[in-house]
């Protein structure tokens, strides 16, 4: 995962590379948050709403 991120050898990540990953992280944690135990859900749908 290092290599990934550490492309040219800076040792930290750029910004760049943390704005790429941001959608990802904000998706992962809306999946999380809305349904933190469902583990068959398929990836490519959207998440459901939780009910209230």
């Known amino acids: 995962c290092k290599k990934k991120f550490d492309r040219e050898g800076k ?3 750029d910004f ?7 959608p990802l992280f904000v ?3 809306t999946r999380i948050v ?3 135990f469902l583990r068959y859900e398929d990836p490519l749908k959207p998440p459901r709403e939780t009910e209230k």
């Open 11 to 13: 040792n930290y990540v």
């Open 16 to 22: 760049m590379d943390w704005l790429i990953y941001v």
């Open 27 to 29: 998706e992962i944690h």
């Open 34 to 36: 809305s349904n933190p």
